[in-house]
């Protein structure tokens, strides 16, 4: 079955390092990837996506490229601030055999200044 | 603009209350769907709707009921609680999915925090 996997947390960074949180994901079909993040006390938002091989997904800063060749759609950001500090979700859908929306474990980060 | 709205926010229940959580949305968005976050296991899938009238189970239903009446309404009914539903729980919708459409955004509320004692 469809399943994703990401780097345990808690990730904890210094202000302006360099971040990576690492994805794999495993799906039969052909998979949009996704990395949500969920702020304190607030719900999930979309931070970025890609839906076929080699796309690069990207919004505030962080990118993702959709590695098909190691089924990978690993999170990275050239320089972290205190406000990045929340948790992040990798997560798939295989558009032509599911209408579900599979998620990682989630990966904390803290960034301290 | 009020996209999902949850309610409540909190709720402390005694083992074998049931309730009904609210999930509303003004997008006019086809699938709605009912997760539980827990520490160590991400997000999981309760239950989902493509539409009013139809709804189906997702990985963890046991304990949970819903049905879709209408588009903009997904209520979760939890029908007698117990200490393991103690979890966050957030609704989500996105405007279709399935058959190509699965690069939709998924839009979140803020969850309902429920306690079980």
């Known amino acids: 079955g469809n399943s994703v996997t990401q780097m345990e947390g808690p990730v904890t960074l210094s202000e302006e390092a360099f971040l990576t949180i690492n994805c794999t994901y495993t799906?039969?079909?052909?998979?949009?990837l996704f990395w949500y993040v969920q702020y304190p006390g607030e719900g999930l938002q979309l931070l970025l996506k890609a839906t076929k091989a080699d796309d690069k997904g990207s919004n505030k800063g962080f990118e993702a490229t959709y590695r098909k060749e190691t089924t990978s759609f690993h999170l990275e950001k050239g320089s972290v601030q205190v406000s990045d500090s929340a948790v992040y979700f990798c997560a798939l859908s295989d558009r032509y055999n599911t209408d579900k929306l599979i998620f990682g474990t989630g990966t904390r980060l803290q960034v301290f200044p | 603009n009020a996209g999902v709205t949850q309610t409540p926010k909190f709720q402390v229940l005694k083992t074998g209350q049931s309730m009904t959580l609210q999930c509303a949305q003004d997008?006019?968005?086809?699938?709605m769907s009912w997760y539980r976050q827990d520490p160590g296991m991400g997000l999981r899938l309760i239950h989902y709707s493509v539409g009013a009238g139809i709804t189906d189970q997702g990985e963890v239903p046991n304990g949970y009921n819903v049905s879709r009446s209408t588009t903009e309404d997904f209520p979760l009914r939890l029908l007698s609680a117990a200490p393991s539903q103690t979890s966050v729980y957030f609704c989500?919708?996105?405007?279709?999915w399935g058959q190509g459409a699965g690069d939709t955004e998924a839009f979140f509320g803020q969850g309902t925090r429920l306690t079980v004692v």
């Open positions: 997008m006019n968005h086809e699938y």
């Open positions: 799906a039969t079909g052909y998979p949009s």
């Open positions: 989500a919708s996105s405007y279709s």
